[in-house]
């Protein structure tokens, strides 16, 4: 009967309007909620198979929520440094569970848009939901580093595309250890005058760190040698042994302190110091004579009287230790002394190149260098025990007045740079535009940790939403890739933002007035029908 029918229909609109009041109330709930993505209520026909063609059987209506997950939200700025966002698709990896002794995840993993993440009282980042963050530990470089060895290697590699549970680790911000960085590289700018007589000294005091942290100044001094060259020397720095320069060859251009030979001595060869010629001979020495085994294995000490320039900086006694299978060593330093060493014949020492001695840094007539003859310095024997320290020298490019120059001015140094630190105590984590999450240490050094993968589906719309603003994977919304943030089809990371609540509040308003007036009339339509079924019952009376 149709008028039962209609009632029936009206139901169905009370029932359908109603649901769709249910979305829009969460969805203006929802309002503030972080990465919260907006549900629409979709309304569909139920039709009632006709069996007559020429009477109708009214069917009603029927409301399904549709997600609208896939929409972008408005990113905010943050001033959290974990605080993050996604600009394009995709979703952060989290998980509802954590080890802390085994440091890996134990429950479930999910999804999520809501980037609000701080350390909990462990250190693991963790959202407003209560869900974890998790990613791929990495190596200083920023590798992905599964073992933990600090290497980058087959055994670290990591599906793309897949999710691995032991892959995948929480993240961990806190209780990092402190970090030193040493120097490996300094940059000089500077003008060494053209009026500048031959010998003629300017000293560019240059600060490196070894690898403890330690500050160390090392004093180059620039000594004019002839028209338009100059040469280099620098003593080891106060709480090390050596000091050595070299070019790009890797040949030595000039060693003080411990001084070791790139051969062994045989009897008959000489070395030069500071001027004074020594001799290796095979009896005992005599004056300026060293004596050497004849199995090139003997130990000798006790070579008085070097010269006046040794002496009076406090070092009367030069060991010369000799083997059969390692270099030659001069110790010449009991007394904090850089000795010199020049050319011999017959024997190249560390200290100075074989042959003839090319200038450190050559000028043409325009005041720019055409040639340089030192590329990197070496310090070694620390007194603290921090590891030798190998450091590349920039001193410009040739061909433009960058770096040294030699004009007709006064001794400039115009900036000196280098690339390490001092120990720096952990201060907080930042998480970048590519996923790296970095540790920041108050000596101004940074060090990846983790990076974060980014999770896509064929069809987001289709993900089961959970509690605490995350997504659980179905088969409607398709197998998901794991993807670094902003390669292929995944997003990119916004740093210190936060993704808004897709819902628009004056739209929600809209749609609840439209369903108030829907559900009004269902409801007149099952009076209407109430009271033709009324009079319909008159009828017998």
């Known amino acids: 009967m149709s008028i039962y029918g209609a009632m029936f229909s009206g139901v169905s ?6 649901q769709a009041l249910g979305m829009i109330s969460d969805n203006i709930s929802n309002v503030n909620t972080i990465g919260y993505k907006a549900t629409r209520s979709r309304f569909a026909t139920l039709v009632t198979s006709q069996a007559n063609p020429n009477s109708y059987s009214p069917g009603g209506v029927s409301s399904k929520p549709q997600s609208l997950v896939d929409q972008q939200g408005l990113l905010q700025a943050s001033a959290s440094g974990t605080d993050i966002a996604i600009s394009g698709r995709g979703f952060f990896i989290v998980n509802d569970s954590v080890d802390a002794t085994a440091d890996q ?21 963790r959202n407003t939901g209560g869900f974890y963050l998790m990613g791929w530990p990495t190596n200083n470089n920023g590798a992905i580093d599964l073992n933990g060895d600090g290497l980058s290697n087959s055994s670290d590699t990591v599906q793309r595309g897949a999710l691995v549970e032991t892959e995948l680790r929480p993240v961990k911000v806190t209780s990092l250890i402190g970090s030193a960085a040493a120097t490996s590289s300094a940059g000089i700018d500077a ?17 490196v760190f070894d690898s403890l942290g330690n500050g160390n100044n090392v004093n180059l001094t620039f000594t004019k040698s002839a028209t338009n060259e100059w040469n280099i020397t620098a003593p080891p720095p106060a709480n090390a042994g050596t000091l050595s320069l070299t070019n790009s060859a890797g040949a030595v251009y000039h060693a003080s302190g411990r001084l070791d030979f790139t051969a062994n001595a045989a009897p008959g060869e000489t070395i030069d110091i500071d001027g004074t010629t020594y001799s290796f001979v095979a009896g005992a020495p005599v004056g300026n004579q060293i004596q050497v085994g004849a199995n090139l294995a003997a130990t000798l000490t006790n070579i008085a009287a070097v010269d006046a320039r040794i002496t009076s900086d406090g070092v009367s006694t030069l060991n010369i230790i000799q083997s059969g299978t390692t270099a030659m060593t001069i110790d010449a330093f009991t007394g904090g002394l850089a000795a010199k060493i020049e050319q011999t014949a017959g024997i190249t020492v560390s200290g100075l190149m074989a042959g003839t001695i090319a200038p450190a840094v050559v000028f043409d007539g325009n005041g720019v260098p055409t040639s340089f003859n030192v590329a990197n310095m070496s310090i070694g024997g620390y007194s603290s025990g921090a590891s030798n320290s190998a450091i590349a020298i920039d001193l410009g490019n040739t061909g433009g007045p960058s770096g040294l120059t030699q004009f007709a001015s006064s001794f400039t140094v115009g900036s000196i740079t280098q690339n390490g630190s001092r120990f720096g105590n952990f201060q907080g984590a930042l998480i970048g535009e590519d996923g790296i999450v970095t540790a920041v240490f108050d000596n101004g050094e940074t060090t990846p940790i983790y990076r974060l993968p980014i999770g896509t589906f064929p069809n987001p719309n289709g993900l089961n939403l959970v509690s605490g603003n995350a997504f659980s994977a179905t088969d409607r919304a398709g197998d998901f890739f794991l993807n670094d943030a902003g390669s292929g089809s995944a997003g990119a990371i916004a740093a210190g933002a936060l993704e808004q609540s897709g819902v628009d509040l004056a739209e929600e308003f809209t749609n609840m007035i439209i369903v108030q007036r829907a559900y009004s009339a269902g409801t007149k339509v099952i009076t209407t029908a109430d009271e033709m079924l009324d009079e319909l019952v008159r009828v017998k009376r």
Do not use: I
């Open 13 to 18: 609109a009370l029932f359908a309007n109603s």
């Open 105 to 125: 995840a134990t429950g479930s993993f999910m999804f999520t848009r809501a980037g609000s993440f701080s350390p909990d009282s462990n250190g693991y980042l």
């Open 191 to 207: 003008n060494l005058p053209s009026t500048a007589a031959v010998g003629d000294q300017h000293v560019v005091t240059v600060q």
